[in-house]
């Protein structure tokens, strides 16, 4: 059986400095921006690493250029896994293999290496704000999701006794998790960092292995999946809120949801599923579910959901006036293309400043960027 490894790792070769802009709390309402191509993963900037029938492309944010992106795997699904707002993309190379792309606009990627023992290779990775890596591992023998004690250049490792899951900026991760004492499993919400180790902070209910997310303030979304009848993709809603179990009510006709998402003002995204229809895409807020439909602008229906910043930014597809689908950003109002800034690197800056010093020397001289 093949094993799959779950370790968190902290690499500072992909700490970049960044800035970004908060957005205003709550479902305020959504302008609707089309792309051409599928918004896999979506950052604060509203940048977008992505595939097309062509290529993989990476978006500079809202109104931002495109660029192709090099070295990435089959993109028949989606070969990334995350991006941070300093815009470093996870994903898989085209040898399969989990890779960085720290400037995904202009160079290829930097494979993740060595491979975790007892594995043959890396081939997951998600990078957060703190440069920080959660790695999965393909092996051999053994059970899935078994902890492995891997190394990697210039990197501390800690093994996660669990298996999928989301993690914040905290480096929080939030899983499926089953503690055994006294000849008893006990399975609920668990809550790991590298410090303390795994807490079960729920035990009521246990999550599905698919479609959990954690935002910064360490509150969780998840379906409990074990009465839904949809294999673990869609069950019953909860909302952690730090420190007590909420139920996320449902619109009306959906009998089960799947989570996308959970930002860092406490909005759920999640879709709704009624038998084996799909019914809407809805947010959860404050103990309150709103159609996404109502939230844009009229005319719009939004379809398939595939991600969401921690600031709220949805990557998405829809139509309009039932025209055709097309894959869309659903960026919420008060957020303009001028408030949401490239990334900054004093990797960028420095020699920036050192060519004007030098450009300055030089009387009558002229160049262009």
Avoid at 221 to 228: E, I, P, R, V, Y
Avoid at 259 to 273: E, K, P, R
């Amino acid at each position: 059986m093949r094993r799959r490894c779950v370790l968190y790792l902290s690499i500072a070769s992909v700490a970049l400095l960044a800035g970004s802009v908060p957005l205003a709390a709550g479902t305020v309402g959504y302008s609707v921006i089309p792309i051409p191509y599928v918004p896999y993963v979506v950052n604060n900037a509203g940048q977008v690493a992505t595939c097309g029938n062509t290529g993989c492309y990476f978006l500079n944010g809202i109104g931002g250029q495109w660029s192709a992106m090099s070295g990435v795997g089959d993109y028949g699904d989606s070969p990334f896994f995350s991006i941070n707002n300093s815009g470093v993309v996870t994903g898989q190379d085209g040898r399969g293999v989990a890779a960085i792309w720290s400037d995904p606009a202009s160079a290829g990627p930097v494979e993740i290496t060595p491979p975790p023992t007892e594995a043959a290779y890396w081939a997951e990775a998600s990078v957060n704000d703190a440069g920080h890596l959660l790695l999965i591992g393909n092996g051999y023998g053994g059970s899935d999701y078994t902890a492995a004690n891997g190394t990697s250049p210039s990197a501390s490792t800690s093994a996660i006794p669990s298996g999928n899951g989301d993690w914040n900026d905290q480096n929080t991760f939030a899983t499926s998790a089953g503690v055994y004492s006294n000849n008893h499993w006990t399975y609920g919400l668990g809550l790991w960092n590298p410090v303390s180790g795994m807490d079960l902070v729920e035990t009521s209910v246990r999550p599905s292995q698919s479609g959990i997310a954690i935002n910064n303030s360490d509150q969780a979304a998840f379906q409990d999946g074990s009465a839904s009848g949809f294999a673990g993709q869609a069950g019953i809603p909860y909302f952690w809120n730090g420190t007590s179990l909420e139920s996320i009510g449902l619109p009306g006709g959906c009998q089960h949801a799947g989570i996308t998402g959970l930002d860092d003002n406490g909005a759920v995204l999640a879709w709704c599923a009624n038998s084996l229809v799909s019914g809407d895409d809805f947010i959860w807020q404050n103990g309150t579910s709103t159609s996404l439909n109502t939230l844009v602008p009229a005319g719009w229906n939004v379809g398939d959901l595939y991600s969401m910043s921690s600031s709220g930014i949805i990557g998405a597809a829809a139509n309009y006036n039932h025209q055709g689908s097309e894959y869309v950003l659903l960026v919420p109002n008060g957020l303009s293309e001028s408030e949401t800034p490239e990334p900054f690197s004093w990797v960028l800056v420095i020699p920036v400043a050192v060519a004007i010093a030098w450009l300055g020397r030089k009387p009558h001289s002229s160049r262009s960027a």
